[in-house]
């Protein structure tokens, strides 16, 4: 064969077979990344709920085997692309309604209402005493950073080694149901107990005798809380005490009398814990309506309703400067106020379930959160994280309390140059009300009385023994050189049984106080760090005290 007898082929052209398949694939992998382009842009709800209502709407299944809230999302936009694609032009409506829907959400998020005139009243004078208070503690603590090592440790010892000797000293049945708190008197002479009957109690110190029984509350009662001048300067027949109920209502005590001097009714839902502000001018209560609100103890009207929380509101604190107020829920968030301008100072997500307890340390810049993760958290709202996780209990944390010495709070607020709600100039009383003037009833555009005091004024200085020269600047008349005690400690209570110390430098355990009574429901510390006091669902209540104790 030659080159005159081959055949020559004039139909060929370029682009065989598996060109066009390549030509396909590509086309193909084109249109399909057009597609994801397009899904990405289209706006669908957030909300798993809405999304199945659209489904249901298009005629779609709501839900496919093993398909979870992610999927199902994108077979919506899946099924909202083919609409559009069919109707060309007029499926723009779906995504109209879906950016609709989507800024809805997005006003849902965060939204501003307009306070009152006495609220905007209240946060000026908040402001005031806040600073004052602020301003004596930083120059106390500045004092502390000075003081010898030595002298520090020495006192840590001496005191986690009283606390080593706690044990039970007895028992005391408190009511037909469970026990929800237990609170001691600002002068540690009286325990307040309140119970899911509706009722609360007081009991001396240390016999654990009745005093007086006070009824009021149709519901369980969540919390219940001392005014910082009761047993104090506070008479008996003045505002001593206040209680949460499930009703939804919180109700104002004296000692003396067994009706409420006022019920401040608002709360839609039952009412958690309750704080009363540093001053006693103002009282916070958690919600299961999902907010938190402040009152004010002269007027009994209701100032501000908080919300910030997807679920009930259960913990609620106030910071002893009274310029914060931390608020915890069962959404497991913790959200920490500023009083003086309303805004988020700090948001406390790390627990994985509800927030049931909290409490501000006396140095200003720490929270305490227990939580049903069986956890406590330290946060540092200078470094907006948690510092420190305690492994605290078994179960549930019920309740968190730092020890507050109340010669030394005493002694802060008077040095602040702004006495507490409660403490009178003159000596004159109004045992009634349970208030007087007091340095939140200042004017506004006045000087403030802070200002007319140098730093020297308030600032001691340490002698050549380790020793507060000039400690009355800083403890009132007392002439005492001994070291602060506040803080040094840290109580919690769980639903495994048990009452737990821990230090507050290491956080490490100091003594285990087990109550073999069922679930702990509440914890408190007295005022003269002398007893520690429990309260369970078993309806019975146990005081503990060390060698010093009686």
Not at 50 to 64: C, D, F, H, N, Q
Not at 412 to 434: C, F, Q, R, Y
């Amino acid at each position: 064969m030659d080159i005159d007898d081959l055949t020559v082929d004039n139909t060929y052209q370029l682009g065989g077979s598996d060109d066009e398949r390549e030509r396909a694939q590509n086309a193909a992998l084109v249109e399909q990344l057009e597609r994801k382009k397009r899904l990405r842009k289209m706006a669908v709800p957030t909300d798993d709920k809405k999304v199945r209502e659209r489904l249901r709407a298009y005629g779609e299944p709501i839900t496919l085997f093993g398909e979870g809230p992610g999927d199902r999302r994108d077979r919506l936009k899946y099924v909202q692309e083919q609409i559009e694609q069919a109707r060309g032009g007029e499926g723009m409506e779906v995504d109209a309604e879906s950016d609709e829907s989507s800024d809805e959400e997005e006003e849902e998020g965060e939204f501003y209402t307009e306070g009152t005139d006495a609220l905007l009243e209240a946060r000026r004078k908040l402001a005031r005493y806040s600073l004052s208070r602020a301003r004596t503690r930083i120059a106390r603590q500045r004092v502390e950073t000075g003081l010898p090592l030595g002298k520090i440790v020495n006192q840590r010892k001496e005191v986690f080694s009283e606390l080593k000797t706690f044990n039970n000293l007895g028992s005391q049945f408190g009511d037909d149901r469970p026990l929800s708190t237990i609170r001691f008197s600002p002068n540690s002479q009286y325990i307040l107990t309140t119970s899911w009957t509706g009722q609360s109690k007081l009991w001396d110190l240390p016999n654990l005798n009745p005093i007086s029984t006070k009824r009021g509350h149709t519901d369980k009662i969540g919390g219940a809380a001392w005014h910082p001048q009761a047993t104090l300067s506070i008479g008996a027949e003045g505002l001593n005490f206040a209680t949460g109920g499930g009703e939804g209502s919180v109700k104002l005590w004296s000692i003396a009398g067994d009706k409420p001097l006022a019920t401040l009714n608002g709360h839609e839902n039952r009412v958690g814990r309750i704080a009363f502000h540093p001053s006693g001018s103002y009282l916070g209560s958690a919600g299961f309506d999902g907010t938190w609100r402040l009152w004010d103890m002269e007027t009994h009207q209701e100032l501000l309703v908080q919300e910030g929380h997807s679920k009930e509101v259960y913990a609620l604190a106030f910071q002893d400067d009274g310029a914060l107020v931390a608020s915890g829920g069962f959404d497991a968030i913790g959200r920490v106020w500023d009083v003086r301008t309303g805004r988020t100072a700090m948001v406390l997500d790390g627990h994985v379930k509800e927030i049931l307890t909290m409490d501000f340390a006396p140095n200003g810049y720490q929270v305490a959160t227990g939580s049903g993760d069986d956890t406590v958290r330290i946060w540092d709202l200078r470094a907006l994280k948690t510092q420190h996780i305690i492994p605290a209990h078994k179960s549930s944390v019920s309740d968190v309390r730092f020890f507050r010495s109340s010669a030394e709070i005493d002694s802060i607020a008077m040095n602040g140059h702004l006495p507490l709600s409660g403490d009178v100039p003159n000596g004159e009383t109004d045992s009634k009300k349970g208030t007087v003037d007091s340095a939140m009833d200042v004017d506004p555009d006045s000087k403030p009385v802070s200002d007319e005091v140098s730093e020297a004024d308030i600032k001691p200085t340490i002698d050549a023994n380790g020793s507060i020269a000039g400690a009355s600047a800083l403890k009132g008349s007392s002439s005492s050189s001994e070291l602060p005690r506040s803080g040094l400690f840290l109580v919690t209570a769980g639903f495994d049984c048990n009452v737990r110390i821990w230090s507050s430098d290491e956080w490490s355990l100091i003594r285990n106080l087990p109550t073999d009574a069922g679930k702990v429901m509440s914890v408190d510390v007295s005022p003269d760090g002398r007893f520690i006091g429990s309260a369970s669902y078993s309806r019975s209540f146990h005081l503990f005290g060390g060698d010093k104790s009686l």
